[in-house]
């Protein structure tokens, strides 16, 4: 009776309305005091023990780095970047939209930043060339979930946290699968464009070659992430300090498009922002110990291993209910939640916790592009006057997540797409 009023009243008090960490936390405190003798200042320590990691930093320090590089004149160079490799494809700018949100997921670890830094360029310019709004909005829209998958990551840091995992492999792991998403996703921009936009860009060496030395600032910061955390230079931690210098060293004194003014905007979004997934994080903190009291990630971890001995349908079904959160939670809220029950499945089937730390990742990211949730659908319904939600709720919409979804499938059966890059850094 514990754990099922645990999650009743979690999923109640959810859809009717309110934050999901005062849901989170609504939900550990009512079944604590009906159902055990347990003092309820447990739940403001474990809210504050939540807190209380330095692995955490990492969040508010990617989203003020990210937001530096955004005002910093970042997404415009990226925009060039992209044209100039695959500008001159059929339907290349959708080409652009991926290939630029790929660049910028890289650099901002959020999905929302990438479809407002992308989109804001890339719709506008769609529209001109005569690709159609919806399709132009629902393309943006849909590119910017690269932005979790790519790494800095803000729930790769979320799940690392919560299951021990290393963050430099679950960043380095993201890399090929978020490759392999641009290169599928990218096909229905081409077949698209090849029916309804003639080509009008070309491809120039001498266009590739400006633009990458004007936007090299922008891509050494990945690098200089990976590179720092896989050097022993630094910690995630502090790499993510290290980027917030490097982007104001960019955005002041090489790109010069950055101001106080922006940066006093930047560090109030990111304060709000981090605030947000933070009360998240420390609500779920509360709400984990009492799973834990009520032994639910035992039973529930038992209860899915009982459904099938084999692998592969073990897989397939982590899957389906993963897909089905992401359409109604949030993605860091859903780490947090469901982690705890899956690491002890992945130890019984021998399931390396980075493997499955990207396939949860790529999958609960698909819900920013789902709806009723579909964060990422309102952000783009924004970038042009009029456009509603319903608009972007269209074919081009479960094309690109039919294609996803290929790249999901491919992510869980093949784990060295996810394990190569790591096992490289590693030996």
Partial sequence: MMGLSLFLIFFVVAFLGLPIALALVAAATIPLALFTNTSLMVIPQRIFVSMDSFSLMALPFFMIAGGLMVEGGVSRRLVNMANSLVGHLPGGLAVVAFVASAFMGAISGSATATVIAIGSIVVPAMIEAGYDKKFSVTTCATAGFLGTIIPPSIPMVTYSVTTGASTGDVFTGGILPGILLVILMSIWGVIYGKKHVPITHKFSLRAV??????????????????????????????????????????????????????????MKDSAVSSAMVMFIVAAAGAFGFVMTQANIPTKMSQFIIGLSDNKIVLLLLINLLLLFMGTFMETNAAILIVSPIFVPICQAFDIDLVHFGVMMVVNLSMGMVTPPLGVNLFVGARLVEGMTVKDIINRHLFIYLGLALIGLLLVTFIPEIVLFLPSLAGG
């Avoid at 400006?210 to 200089?224: A, H, Q, R, V």
């Avoid at 050097?231 to 502090?238: K, L, M, S, V, Y």
């Fill in 209 to 266: 070659g400006k633009s990458f030395l004007e936007g090299i600032w922008s891509l050494l910061m990945p690098i200089i992430i990976l590179g720092g955390i896989y050097g022993g230079i630094f910690t995630p931690t502090e790499a993510a300090a290290v980027a917030c210098l490097y982007g104001l060293i960019v955005g002041f004194f090489l790109y010069r498009e950055l101001n106080w003014k922006k940066v006093y905007k930047i």
